[in-house]
């Protein structure tokens, strides 16, 4: 079965760096676009940045526009997250995503989901 497994969040002082990766596994992901999600407390899932998976066309919200850089790795079969100068407000469990939407999607138009990672900043 496909799955999508999350690793490397964990609790940073704001301005750190974290990076989060995605490993796939279960079929070939040729004809989807790869991304994340984060989820803070109380609030909806929201769309962070995306990766083709071919071509590596990427999109970013604009909160982390600047900060997080999303990359794949084809050998590898995992896509990651770069995340940079992170602040308080990036709180919040961070979900890898696999759609056949191009660009940003909703979280409703994801097909697969990983089981999430938590990012806490401390300020």
């Known amino acids: 079965q496909v799955q999508l497994v999350e690793s490397g969040g964990g609790l940073v002082q704001a301005g750190d760096s974290l990076r989060l990766s995605c490993a796939a596994s279960?079929?070939?992901?040729?004809?989807?676009?790869m991304g994340w999600f984060r989820q803070a407390p109380e609030k909806e899932r929201e769309f962070v940045a995306s990766?083709?998976?071919?071509?590596?066309?990427?999109y970013y919200a604009d909160s982390v526009k600047g900060r997080f850089t999303v990359s794949r790795d084809y050998a590898k079969n995992t896509i990651s997250l770069q995340m940079n100068s992170l602040k308080p407000e990036d709180t919040a469990v961070y979900y890898c995503?696999?759609?056949?939407?191009?660009?940003?999607?909703?979280?409703?138009?994801?097909?697969?989901w990983g089981q999430g990672t938590q990012v806490t900043v401390s300020s």
């Open positions: 990766i083709h998976w071919i071509g590596a066309i990427t």
């Open positions: 995503a696999a759609s056949r939407m191009r660009g940003s999607w909703y979280a409703g138009q994801t097909e697969y």
């Open positions: 279960g079929r070939t992901f040729s004809s989807h676009a």
